[in-house]
């Protein structure tokens, strides 16, 4: 193991969590805002 | 020219209610006035401070009594509600904005020149002539910039609730180019770095412009009919 | 499937599903390059005549990008303010808004990951010589701001202009910021830190690129996906059928 791999592990991990939950909440949000009826 | 004069008459008629009244005035100063000798008291200890936290604490100063004087640009427009008087008004809305520009500028340069004068009495004088006009004029350049800015984010939180926060909020980052011209300008000042003077005063000339064009060009679009 | 990849409210130029494709497949081999292809780079050899491994470095190939992905919201923010200044539809709002709440999530991560990436280069949590960080910093903070402007002013036409003007003055602000920096920065202290752009190799580059394409996509994406969510919750739709739907003007 390279020295330093705790951070590059912690910003690859950040990174993905981030990603992860700011997906979560616009899809959460998107589904909770879903119109009525589809139009075309 | 007839902007021109609408706005010189704006400028001029908040200076002599300044004048009658100094409500702004008398409070920044005082601010400005307690913030040196609460500085000369904090860095009394361990001897004297190296120059460059120095100009960095007059700065500050400088950029807190700017803030809180261009804040209230707006303030008697609005308690007075005239601010969509003004608007509608058949003057420019440009002219409008330039007034206030103006008025804020004399306002801090009036300010400043206290401040600075007051501090250079508290903590020595640059050590040449030529330093006292870099600095002079670095501060006279800057204080462009503050009433320009300040006027711009002022007339942005206008109709805003909570007002209080908002103003530094946006203030702050927009002046941070400024700043960090200005202080590397005092530094030279004392003689502690070695930059070179004008090419610090024209970035200052250009932020200035910049963000004069940038309001002049803004405040038209945020009337709302 | 359709809304997310599909939002309908879209108009983009750039198709919606060709971005969040384009995000899905480069961002994963982005980071597959980063570990696989890419080799580690060196910072030099000991003194017992050892290579040293610079690891750290491969946190250069997902930070930059984000950079740039940030940088293109904050980009869109004022583009779309630009917009609706000129054409008063509410949907330009609301693009503009989106950016800039694109921008500072990525913004975010940009700090946070330039953080760590400092403390495992040069020991310390925060490089103030490092003139990128500082720039953007600027820019974080203005952008910032834009939330606490937007959220005290009553939601209509009035607080879409400000918000509009103050998105456009980031525009301004990133130049004059660096200009600023570049001035004093190299007549006070000469810079002492080496860009990454001399000791990139082909491989190197290669995954760079492919970061800075993936994260373009995934921008845009999410960039297309706020767009869309903001849309509908002022629009009313959905749960809180009740509540005042704030009617949509287009000129």
Not at chain 2, 98 to 121: E, F, N, P, Q, R
Not at chain 3, 97 to 116: D, E, K, P, Q, R
Not at chain 3, 161 to 168: D, E, L
Not at chain 3, 195 to 217: I, K, N
Request: with cysteine.
């Amino acid at each position: 193991m390279h020295e330093g791999w705790e951070y590059v592990v912690a910003t690859y991990g950040l990174i993905t969590l981030t990603l992860v939950i700011w997906f979560w909440m616009i899809l959460a949000k998107l589904a909770r805002h879903r119109p009525r009826q589809l139009d075309d | 020219m007839n902007g021109l004069r609408i706005a010189w008459t704006i400028a001029m008629h908040d200076v002599s209610r300044e004048l009658r009244r100094p409500v702004a005035v008398s409070a920044v100063l005082l601010f400005g006035v307690s913030s040196l000798v609460v500085l000369r008291l904090a860095l009394a200890g361990g001897g004297k401070p190296g120059d460059a936290v120095l100009a960095g604490a007059l700065w500050v100063v400088l950029v807190f009594a700017a803030l809180l004087g261009t804040a209230r640009a707006w303030a008697t427009e609005r308690e007075d509600g005239a601010f969509d008087a003004l608007l509608s008004a058949p003057a420019s809305r440009s002219a409008v904005h330039l007034g206030k520009v103006l008025s804020a500028l004399i306002l801090t340069l009036a300010l400043h020149a206290v401040l600075v004068t007051m501090y250079l009495g508290l903590f020595g004088a640059p050590p040449s002539l030529g330093g006292v006009a870099t600095l002079a004029a670095a501060v006279a350049l800057a204080d462009v910039g503050f009433a320009v800015v300040g006027v711009l984010v002022a007339g942005l939180g206008l109709r805003a609730r909570g007002r209080d926060l908002l103003g530094p909020a946006m203030f702050l980052p927009l002046v941070i180019p400024l700043v960090i011209a200005a202080v590397t300008c005092s530094l030279a000042a004392w003689d502690t770095a070695d930059a070179s003077v004008p090419q610090l005063l024209l970035f200052l000339a250009l932020y200035d412009l910049t963000f004069l064009v940038a309001g002049l060009a803004a405040f038209p679009e945020l009337a709302v009919e | 499937m359709q809304p997310v990849f599909a939002p309908r409210t879209s108009r983009a130029r750039i198709s919606p599903r060709l971005a969040a494709i384009l995000a899905l497949v480069l961002v994963p081999a982005c980071v597959l390059l980063t570990f696989l292809w890419a080799p580690t780079a060196t910072i030099g050899l000991t003194g017992s005549g050892e290579t040293q491994w610079d690891f750290a470095q491969k946190i250069f190939y997902i930070h930059v990008p984000i950079a740039f992905a940030a940088y293109l919201c904050f980009a869109a923010g004022a583009w779309n303010g630009l917009l609706y200044l000129l054409k008063e539809r509410d949907d330009y709002d609301i693009r503009s808004y989106s950016g800039v709440h694109s921008g500072m999530v990525f913004g975010t991560l940009v700090l946070m990951t330039g953080s760590i990436w400092a403390k495992a280069a040069w020991g310390v949590w925060w490089q103030w010589g490092d003139r990128q960080l500082l720039v953007f910093l600027t820019l974080y903070l203005f952008y910032g701001a834009y939330f606490i402007l937007r959220f005290s002013l009553e939601p209509g036409r009035a607080r879409n202009r400000a918000s509009a003007i103050y998105a456009i003055l980031g525009v301004a602000l990133v130049p004059l910021s660096f200009l600023a920096i570049r001035i004093a920065d190299t007549l006070i202290h000469p810079i002492v830190l080496t860009s990454d752009g001399d000791r990139l190799t082909g491989p190197m580059w290669g995954t760079f690129a492919v970061g800075v394409a993936g994260f373009a996509a995934l921008a845009i994406w999410m960039l297309q996906l706020e767009t869309t969510a903001k849309l509908r919750a002022m629009r009313g739709y959905g749960a809180d059928e009740e509540a005042p739907a704030v009617e949509a003007s287009h000129a």
